[in-house]
């Protein structure tokens, strides 16, 4: 085999290992045998998470975007660095530091984690199941090997703590599928700015629109959520930015300055209808908005930069 056919062959293989790993990973997204649990779970999380202010937190309503990827660096990185020092002599007590400074890490990233996946759709929901069993393993490993570190059984806090890497990176690819290729965490909401060009657009008749009632209207390529209260106008992207559910089919509210809100339907995300903004997680990021104007009797819109 020349230099040339070895390189293909080489690549080829690759390609095929690539390929087996998100087949399995698409497996689990199929794998309707973790619904019962899943169903057991969520609604035991969603009973026990009740809508507020923590609830808001978790989601990282607060923070503008979900709280639970960063706080994903903090044992990652700390389990990650303990191995390598692992390696290295002299270094028993700062590794054992590092695997109880992750350890400490992992609770606000379990409980984040866990509120996040109560929102999430199925197939969502089940890639998510055996990533958080991943990672669970991998901290229950980490948690014997720091108590063997502190025994000083240093070669067997080392093997639990090699174990618990191996668990740990499976979790993070799951973790990654879920983030990239599902969206998982990811505005589902139309990009406004690249959709629709600048200036003001004609979208329906002022009187075509019900008091008080959510509609459903299309701008060129996107879904708007148009809500009439009287002489005002206000418009949102239909898509709601947690998971793309249909804001027009929400429920119509006020939050506690009495300004008006669309809940989605889907998760109970809640939104300002004046601006976008958020009120209620699990969705973090603004609903785009748009200015709106009566001219002749015909309602136009344009983004709102």
């Given at each position: ?34 619904d019962r649990t899943i169903r057991v779970l969520s609604t035991a999380v969603r009973k026990t998470l009740r809508p507020g202010p923590l609830k808001d937190t978790l ?20 389990w990650m660095s303990s191995a390598i020092l692992d390696l290295m002599p002299g270094t028993a007590r700062a590794s054992q530091t590092l695997v109880a400074a992750g ?15 109560s929102a999430l759709h199925r197939e969502q929901q089940r890639v998510g199941l055996v990533h958080a069993s991943a990672t669970a393993t991998a901290s229950m490993l ?164």
């Amino acid at each position: 085999m020349n230099r040339r056919s070895s390189n293909i062959f080489r690549r080829g293989a690759r390609t095929q290992a690539s390929q087996r790993l998100a087949d399995a990973t698409e497996t689990i997204e199929r794998a309707s045998g973790l619904d019962r649990t899943i169903r057991v779970l969520s609604t035991a999380v969603r009973k026990t998470l009740r809508p507020g202010p923590l609830k808001d937190t978790l989601h990282g309503v607060p923070f503008g975007h979900p709280a639970h990827t960063p706080l994903t660096d903090v044992p990652i990185g700390c389990w990650m660095s303990s191995a390598i020092l692992d390696l290295m002599p002299g270094t028993a007590r700062a590794s054992q530091t590092l695997v109880a400074a992750g350890l400490a890490g992992a609770v606000p990233t379990v409980l984040t984690g866990i509120a996040d996946w109560s929102a999430l759709h199925r197939e969502q929901q089940r890639v998510g199941l055996v990533h958080a069993s991943a990672t669970a393993t991998a901290s229950m490993l980490y948690s014997a090997s720091l108590v063997a570190r502190y025994q000083g059984r240093d070669g067997a806090g080392k093997a639990f703590g090699f174990a618990g890497l191996t668990v740990l990176l499976g979790g993070t690819y799951l973790g990654g599928h879920l983030a990239f290729r599902q969206a998982a965490g990811a505005s589902h909401a139309d990009q406004t700015s690249h959709l629709v060009a600048t200036g003001w657009h004609d979208l329906c008749a002022a009187e075509e629109l019900p008091d008080g009632w959510p509609v459903h209207r299309r701008l060129g390529y996107i879904s708007l959520f148009v809500l009439r209260e009287g002489d005002e106008i206000n418009v949102l992207a239909d898509r709601c930015s947690h998971l793309a559910g249909p804001l027009h089919q929400g429920r119509v509210t006020t939050d506690d300055n009495a300004e008006t809100c669309i809940v989605c339907p889907w998760h109970g995300s809640t939104f300002r209808v004046r601006d976008g903004s958020v009120v209620h997680g699990p969705a973090t990021a603004r609903q785009p908005s748009f200015e709106t104007r009566v001219t002749d009797g015909v309602v136009q819109v344009r983004p709102v930069g």
